[in-house]
């Protein structure tokens, strides 16, 4: 079946850097894609969305890239702080369907 | 303005009971989804719910059931539980049909141990 995964399961980075985490997405239907934040024990937090009419997004110290040759998703966090510390989820969706397709995630861990 | 509350936040169950989850939007959303997460994955769709009708159904089987009330707020049915259940029930809602229009915005989620 159609699936989302993650290149690399735990990211491990240093207060300031710049963070990027990967996703790849092998649903070509999928027009609408999703990065959120799920920290211990609460539910996800949407960050950005993007969709494929577009190849990026920025927001708030956040940007996502889509690069639909490929079938790559990114995430990047400018100047990463303790706070964004919790596992990030790409989701995948196509209009006219209900539902979103997670992958299996990515735990981020700043040290300060 | 509340988030999306579900209740209970956590509860234990034994194989072959079932268990009822509650949800409620926020408040104007009229869609509301409803995702298994396994410890250690990604969530899974399960149902999604708009103006009092499913509108989307994940690869669940029958024991798993849900309804929205005429006030949006909704329930998810579990029966003959089963030890892979456990897992932390999220409950999304947005004010579109497909939620893709805008944000989904997930509660805190109901965390089932099956024993």
């Known amino acids: 079946g159609e699936s989302v995964g993650l290149h690399l399961p735990t990211l491990s980075v240093q207060e300031g850097d710049n963070s990027i985490i990967n996703c790849a997405y092998s649903n070509s239907a999928s027009d609408y894609f999703i990065w959120y934040k799920q920290e211990s024990g609460k539910g996800p937090q949407f960050i950005i969305d993007i969709r494929s009419n577009m190849d990026k997004r920025q927001g708030q110290r956040v940007t996502v890239l889509l690069n639909k040759t490929v079938k790559h998703l990114s995430l990047q966090i400018a100047a990463t702080q303790p706070g964004d510390s919790a596992v990030y989820f790409c989701?995948?969706?196509?209009?006219?369907?209900?539902?979103?397709?997670f992958g299996t995630g990515t735990r981020l861990l700043v040290s300060p | 303005d509340a988030g999306v509350t579900q209740s209970p936040t956590h509860l234990i169950k034994t194989r072959g009971q079932h268990v009822t989850l509650r949800c409620s939007p926020i408040s104007g959303h009229k869609s509301v989804s409803w995702y298994q997460q396994v410890l250690g994955q990604g969530p899974q769709f399960i149902f999604q719910y708009y103006e009092k009708e499913e509108r989307g159904r994940g690869n669940f089987p029958d024991r798993f059931s849900a309804r929205q009330f005429p006030n949006y707020s909704s329930e998810l049915n579990v029966n003959a539980l089963l030890l892979g259940d456990s897992a932390l029930y999220l409950c999304?809602?947005?004010?579109?049909?497909?939620?893709?229009?805008?944000?989904?915005?997930f509660g805190e989620g109901s965390r089932l141990t099956v024993l």
């Open positions: 989701a995948e969706g196509a209009t006219g369907f209900q539902k979103l397709v």
């Open positions: 999304a809602s947005s004010f579109e049909l497909a939620g893709l229009t805008g944000e989904l915005f």
